[in-house]
């Protein structure tokens, strides 16, 4: 697969559940192209490993263990990253949770911990960055998912959780674009090794080859592809793109509620039977 060339030098990124999966992938993206880092999730172990990893790639990073949840941590953890780093160039929030479980079945504090982390945790990210970041320049990325739009059995908690997030991304674009700062949502199709897949789907299942199977492109995406569409839509190349709610799914939601609807809501079902 191509590699996208982005000059990311002397500009800083903040990447909020960025020490796994597909925002480490994002933050690694950001890391190639010479920025300058900051990482934070709750664990300790997460983030230093993170921080590893990414100075592999030559530049300068920072790391947090905050949870989105906590609004107090978060002031202090912008204000330091500020402090020592700079104006804030890109924001990526990012940090969120998934279990598959029926409506009926879940308790209210499973609804409201995933509204907790997903919605409010991506609001709290966004809320105490602001006067970070810098004025105009700034982007902000906030990873949605296809339960966004699409309705999904079994992710009653996700779906209303990360259509809230798109909205979000909305009204702050509208209130925040005057200032020079443009907010997006990327949305990830199902993306091969993390662990919201592992979750949903693990590989070799079943729900794994029927996902494969209701993908247009016919493959999973990777890290690398999520990666590749934030350095472009935080780039000057895509400076009129403001407010846009983006899949980088591989076609995977066109087919809409009724196909894909019904794919995410088997293979949650799948998941939740052993052996399959
Ligand atoms: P992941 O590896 O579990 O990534 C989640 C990250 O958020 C981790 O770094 C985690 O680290 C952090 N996090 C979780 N709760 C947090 C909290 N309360 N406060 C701070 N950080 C927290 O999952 P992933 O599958 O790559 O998913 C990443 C994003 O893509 C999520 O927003 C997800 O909804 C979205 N997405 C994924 C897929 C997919 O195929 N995987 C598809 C559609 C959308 P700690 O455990 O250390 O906190
Ligand atoms: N089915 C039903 N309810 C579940 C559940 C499941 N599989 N997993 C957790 N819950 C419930 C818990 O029982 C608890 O409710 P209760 O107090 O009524 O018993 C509630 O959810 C909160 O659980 P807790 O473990 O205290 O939450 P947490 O804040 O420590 O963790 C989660 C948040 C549950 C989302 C956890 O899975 C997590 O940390 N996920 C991050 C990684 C992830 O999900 N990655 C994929 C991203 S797409």
């Avoid at 982005?6 to 690694?28: E, H, P, W």
């Avoid at 990012?94 to 879940?106: I, L, Q, R, V, W």
Wanted: glycine share 12%.
């Amino acid at each position: 697969m191509s590699q996208c060339q982005f000059d990311y030098r002397d500009k800083v990124v903040f990447v909020a559940g960025g020490t796994s999966g597909i925002n480490l992938g994002i933050a690694q993206g950001f890391a190639k192209a010479g920025a300058t880092l900051a990482v934070m999730s709750r664990s300790q172990d997460k983030v230093d490993a993170a921080i590893e990893a990414l100075k592999q790639q030559g530049g300068q990073v920072m790391g947090f263990a905050a949870d989105v949840r906590d609004v107090d941590r978060l002031k202090v953890v912008f204000e330091q990253a500020h402090r020592e780093l700079g104006p804030i160039d890109v924001l990526v929030s990012g940090a969120a949770g998934n279990f598959p479980a029926a409506a009926n079945e879940m308790s209210a504090n499973a609804f409201k911990a995933v509204v907790d982390i997903d919605l409010l945790g991506t609001f709290n990210v966004l809320r105490y960055c602001y006067d970070y970041l810098r004025k105009p320049g700034a982007s902000i990325i906030n990873i949605s998912a296809p339960q966004a739009f699409i309705p999904m059995e079994m992710q009653a908690h996700v779906c209303a959780a990360k259509a809230g997030v798109d909205m979000l991304t909305r009204t702050t674009a509208m209130e925040w674009g005057p200032e020079g700062i443009r907010v997006n949502s990327l949305v990830p199709g199902p993306i091969e090794g993390t662990e919201g897949m592992k979750r949903l789907a693990p590989a070799g299942s079943l729900g794994a080859q029927r996902v494969i199977d209701s993908v247009p492109l016919k493959r999973q995406g990777t890290v690398e592809d999520m990666a590749n569409a934030a350095l472009f839509i935080a780039s000057d190349i895509a400076s009129y793109i403001n407010g846009a709610v983006l899949p980088v799914d591989g076609g995977w939601g066109l087919g809409g509620a009724g196909q894909l609807g019904q794919s995410l809501a088997e293979m949650a079902k799948l998941a939740q039977q052993p052996g399959t």
